[in-house]
């Protein structure tokens, strides 16, 4: 699971950061790109960090780190939506996967930290 979890953020990265190569060249979608580049990619990256946290508490820090991005990665692509700058039929997959993506971390958190009491 740990290893399917590492190739799902990382795919959750790449195609957050292909969307954005759509986007138009506006102060605006240049904004929104960095943001949600900065955040997806930081999913998968904290996302690692927790496979080799070396305590129960460590684990549940940074899985609190992986939830906060994966949550404005969804903000993000929620805000380029508002703002048209992406049909709906393109990015709903991306939206659905930092959904579950979400509710998997969450649900994690959860267990370690009711394991640790």
């Known amino acids: 699971m740990k290893e399917q979890l590492k190739l799902r953020t990382k795919v959750f990265a790449h195609n957050c950061v292909k969307l954005t190569q759509s986007f138009p060249n506006t102060y605006l979608a240049n904004h929104i790109k960095g943001q949600l580049i900065r955040c997806s990619t ?25 939830i906060e991005e994966v949550d404005e990665s969804n903000f993000w692509l929620e805000f380029a939506l508002d703002e048209n700058l992406v049909l709906k039929e393109v990015i709903e997959s991306i ?8 509710s998997i971390f969450i649900a994690s958190r959860k267990t370690a930290s009711s394991n640790s009491q």
Do not use: G
């Not at 996302?47 to 992986?66: E, G, L, M, N, W």
């Open 42 to 66: 930081s999913v998968a990256a904290n996302y690692r960090a927790t496979c080799i946290a070396q305590s129960k508490p460590s684990f549940v820090a940074k899985i609190s780190i992986v």
């Open 95 to 102: 939206m659905k996967e930092s959904s579950e993506l979400t």
